[in-house]
């Protein structure tokens, strides 16, 4: 028996573009134990989520994760894009996408700056205090998940791992 060719199959190249898409879909099961799903989306972006630390996970690149979404981590007096050295996660952790749930306001952590020598921050060269001191005081975390996409990661699981 000879399989169709659906994508010369003029049905569905109609329906294609009725739908107004000229890609060929990607789809992925929705698995809400690896995906955010749209409830907690919403809690990332308005109030924060607080959660057991050890579901959150940092990837290869230090950033930290939740499922398949970059977050960062309110600490005490900024919050962490990163699994720095001044990171310290208590059994239970906030965690957010937006500067909303951070109030009163934080301030990033400068040595997550260190650690992922964002925008050439680099605290041990001398030279650079002015300039590190602009990219801490400019720095936004809309303009963070440009350089870092917030989601959807691909979550190869070995790529991430535990907090600890
Ligand atoms: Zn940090």
């Given at each position: 028996m000879e399989l169709e060719d659906f994508l010369q199959f003029e049905p569905?190249?109609?329906?294609r573009a009725a739908m107004g898409t000229d890609k060929l879909g990607y789809f992925e099961l929705f698995?809400?134990?690896?995906?955010?799903?749209?409830?907690?989306?919403?809690?990332?972006?308005?109030?924060?989520?607080t959660l057991p630390s050890h579901q959150v996970g940092r990837?290869?690149?230090?950033?930290?994760?939740y499922k398949n979404t970059r977050v960062v981590l309110?600490?005490?007096?900024?919050?962490?894009?990163?699994?720095?050295?001044?990171?310290?996660?208590?059994d239970e952790v906030t965690i957010a996408t937006s500067a909303y749930p951070l109030n009163p306001v934080l301030s990033v952590c400068p040595s997550c700056l260190q650690?992922?020598?964002?925008?050439?921050?680099d605290a041990q060269k001398a030279r650079k205090e002015g300039y590190n001191a602009r990219v801490l005081a400019d720095f936004s975390l809309p303009q963070f998940w440009q350089e870092y996409p917030p989601y959807p990661i691909k979550r190869d699981r070995e790529l991430v791992k535990a907090l600890d």
């Open positions: 569905f190249n109609q329906l698995d809400p134990a690896i995906h955010v799903t749209g409830e907690e989306r919403s809690q990332l972006d308005r109030q924060g989520l990837l290869l690149d230090h950033t930290l994760c309110v600490g005490q007096g900024c919050y962490h894009l990163s699994h720095c050295e001044s990171l310290q996660a208590g650690l992922l020598g964002y925008q050439g921050y």
